[in-house]
């Protein structure tokens, strides 16, 4: 009788027996599961994941047989009839093609889809899957009164937070075995230095800030130092409330390096909402700790650039997230949690005993606030992470907290100690209601400074204003350029700015999210709290004015209403200024958030797609929830924008078709446009499609350098 294959190499000429395969993901699935108990578990799923390969069906497929073999379910009826364990059965059943709605024992059919209509497959040469038993010769399943969960896997919430967990260790357990036996060595993974070494880099960094000759840096460092001092802090939930200037990045690297090592955690994850501050923070850190030891892990990231070893490195670790530190967004982190892809739930298990920065907590996605901040929770009692809330504008979210199912009883705990003292120090400028004022009226007021920036609510407005404005040293930043377009004019005004040369800029909010600018005086239009605040970050920046000379002027267009998408985010923030205090002020922010989250919204604004309901639901739709979940509720379709830099990447992409090697290449000169708009392009002839949602900008008169492509767009981004 012939022994069992997993794989065949490529060049066909070595094979791997089915038995070590199941071995070798067993041992990976073990080693990943123990942080949460769950070893024995994970080794089970990883013993049977692949059985349906002894089937004769399978063996002739890898001696060239072009025939399609389900090699999957089998697994997932033995794990039934071993362990009765349907939790188990699904990592199986969805190990290639993901994670799947269980369905109903009673109406499930085979052919839906659903776990419980897989398990309802029938077995031998005339049924649905081929005769796999001769696993049995090669493979001994972990014995079932050997197979237990964590015991806190009871409540609806749990359970669905630990199959993706237990599924990611199975998933990553097997690419990596298989990897290894494709490159016929073990798998290149895990080559960092340790959180001790990185917490050496870091030492001669806090050591500098000891001695501050200024009071602004006596400041920060009395915050830095009681950063440090909170590190040895018992893991849970915080939060971190530093105004603008404080210093939070990095004092709160050294409050994550430190408490890492005290409680003997594994990695630092920075979850940050925008794109467009990733690249900074993770210089910042690679500058501290070396770039090979920092993963920035976003849609845009390019690891393809060039084959330097550091760059093969960050390749991989992207899929699995091994590195020490990982710099990611909101987008990537949460909807890994809830997808059903394996693609993105393999680096899960390795989020298990992190430290987790929320920064800029106050953007956290309200549309599903409620499943996001229940996998903060889950993360936090169940997988050992502490979780820190970071913002100069605390989002009031004790309230949701609070109560089950998530942390109640948890106390959420403030890092920085009198918040209310550092506001009124790091206060840097002042703010003025304008009122109401027309297009021709705001050019006029922004005409007589000659260095402004002024924010508004769409990109629309913000092109019209620019069509008034334009001159010299006047810059429009909206989503409309491409990353690429964008930086060039923020190099361009950083330096008219420190040449003290005019400089007017009209942007979108994206210049609030973290962009290092200092201009003298800011006009905004009148958004929600948090937005108004996160403007007044881009006055006086650097502190080289009096507060009295940096003004922050709020204003309402007279011939537009806010967009629909931040008009309860307004009226909240109309609300709390009408009481009178200061606008910046702790409790004009709580005041605000308090009313947006808890009076203006409500549960069912807080999880717009009624994801926790659907988790406690009998037919556990797990793929329905992973299809569906998305923190940005809006298709994005992606315009590649042709220019001399990419002219012979887009040709090889018109070769060779879509792959990530050269998306990531291209993310530079790409535009994110809401499907409609993209619709309307592409219903012009302005396009050519390469894929489904990709396509490059044929008509380049479409592309202006100086204000984006140009679209009716309408958005607030």
Known sequence: MSIPLAHVSEDHLRAQPLKDHAAGTAGFALAFAKPIGAEIAAQAVGMLHDIGKASDAFQKRLKGAIIRVDHSTAGAIE???????????????????????????????????????????????????????????????????AVRHPNWVRDPYSVFSYIHFLYSCLVDADFLDTEAFMKSSPADRGQYEDLKTLERKLDPFLENKQNPTSELNRKRTEILNSLIAASAYAPGLYTLTVPTGGGKTLSSMAFALKHALRHGMERIIYVIPYQSIIEQTAKVFSDIFGEENVLAHYSNADFYSDDSEISNRKKLSAENWDAPIIVTTSVQFFESFFSHKSSKCRKLHNV???????????????????????????????????????????????????????????????????????????????????????????????????????????????????????????????????????????????????????????????????VDVDFPSVWREMAGLDSVIQAGGRCNRENRRAAEDSVVHIFSREDSAPPRYIRKNVSAAQ???????????????????????????????????????????????????????????????????????????????????????????????????????????????????????????????????????????????
């Open 79 to 145: 794990a039934i009839r071993l362990y009765h364990d349907p939790l188990l059965a699904a990592c199986i059943a969805g190990h290639h093609a993901g994670l799947p709605d269980f369905g109903t024992r009673q109406t499930a059919l085979y052919g839906d889809g659903t776990l419980y209509g897989r398990l309802k497959a029938e077995i031998g040469a005339e049924g649905d899957i081929e005769r796999y038993d001769g696993y049995r010769d090669v493979i001994t399943p972990i014995p079932p009164t």
């Open 352 to 514: 298990a005993q992190s430290v987790l920065i929320f920064d800029e907590a106050q953007a956290l996605p309200t549309d599903v606030l409620r499943p996001c901040l229940l996998t903060i929770s889950e993360l936090v009692k169940h997988y050992g992470c502490t979780a820190v809330l970071c913002t100069a504008t605390q989002p009031a979210l004790n309230r949701i907290f609070n109560d089950p199912p998530f942390l109640p009883g948890v106390p959420v705990e403030e890092l920085c100690p009198d918040t209310e003292a550092l506001y009124e120090f790091f206060r840097r400028v002042r703010y003025r209601q304008e009122g109401n004022l027309s297009a021709d009226a705001l050019a006029e007021r922004l005409l007589r400074e000659e260095q402004v920036l002024c924010i508004l609510n769409t990109k629309k407005s913000a092109a019209e204003l620019f069509d008034i404005l334009t001159g010299e040293g006047t810059y429009c930043l909206t989503t409309g350029l491409t990353p690429r377009g964008r930086r060039r004019q923020l190099d361009e005004i950083r330096a008219r700015l420190a040449e003290e040369l005019p400089c007017r800029v009209i942007s979108t909010s994206l210049i609030e999210a973290g």
């Open 575 to 717: 609300i709390a200024l009408a009481a009178g205090g200061d606008l910046d002020s702790p409790d004009t922010v709580r005041d605000y958030f308090n009313r947006l989250l808890y009076v203006l919204k409500d549960d069912t604004a807080l999880d717009r797609g009624d994801f926790m309901k659907k988790m406690t639901l009998q037919s556990f739709p797990l793929k329905e929830i992973g299809e569906s979940f998305k923190v940005i509720d809006e298709d994005q379709c992606a315009v590649l924008v042709p220019c001399p830099e990419n002219r012979e990447t887009i040709d090889e992409l018109r070769r060779c078709g879509v792959n990530r090697r050269l998306l990531r290449k291209l993310g530079a000169d790409t535009v994110s446009l809401r499907r409609s708009d993209y619709l309307a392009l592409r219903g012009a002839g302005c396009l050519e499609e390469i894929a489904g949602n990709l396509s490059i900008l044929a008509k380049a008169d479409l592309y202006d350098p100086r204000v984006g492509l140009k679209t009716e767009a309408d958005l607030i981004f």
